[in-house]
């Protein structure tokens, strides 16, 4: 073998290998909740964001941006090449909603049952280069809809 090919070998154990997960597919996915209710407001909203954050931290999804309406979620989601974007939307809505229902019983009788997330959901992809972009588009209408639902609430001399 010559100098050159000696010096690009590796001595690693096989043990050692790690696969490497170079690139992602960025998907923008957005639900509404039963019947378009305006339900996820205040504590609702954060905790929703919170159990979806988990559920993608758990699930290897990373998530790009999240905006809570109060009548529907929108997501940026990265995924591995390996995931199937309709398995990892399946299990991001229909987890998200058991926990949500367990930790904040009073969505039921807000919602008139048991179901959390209405039936279809929406997913387009977004190029590497307008991620940042789509991001703040999200955040912006996130920071728009809470203005707009905070000025809805009576104030506290009414």
């Known amino acids: 073998m010559s ?8 001595d690693l154990p096989a043990s ?4 490497l997960c170079v690139s992602r597919l960025h998907f923008h996915v957005s ?8 339900v996820l407001t205040g504590r609702r909203a954060e905790t929703a964001r919170a159990v979806l954050n988990l559920l993608a931290q758990e699930r290897g999804v990373r998530l790009e941006a999240v905006a809570v309406l109060p009548d529907r979620v929108h997501l940026v989601a990265s995924l591995r090449p390996t995931d199937c ?4 939307v399946r299990e991001l809505r229909g987890k998200s909603a058991l926990r949500l229902l367990r930790e904040l019983p009073e969505l039921r009788v807000a919602l008139g049952g048991h179901l959390m997330w209405g039936e279809t959901y929406g997913i387009a992809t977004v190029s590497p280069g307008k991620l ?8 912006r209408s996130e ?7 905070a ?8």
């Open 143 to 149: 920071a728009d809809a809470q203005a707009r639902s």
């Open 16 to 19: 050692h290998w790690v696969p």
């Open 132 to 139: 940042a972009q789509r991001a703040a588009r999200l955040a």
């Open 85 to 88: 974007a309709a398995s990892v």
């Open 31 to 38: 639900w509404t909740t039963r019947g378009s209710k305006p």
């Open 3 to 10: 100098a050159m090919h000696e010096s690009l070998t590796f």
């Open 151 to 158: 000025s809805l609430l009576p104030c506290s001399s009414c």
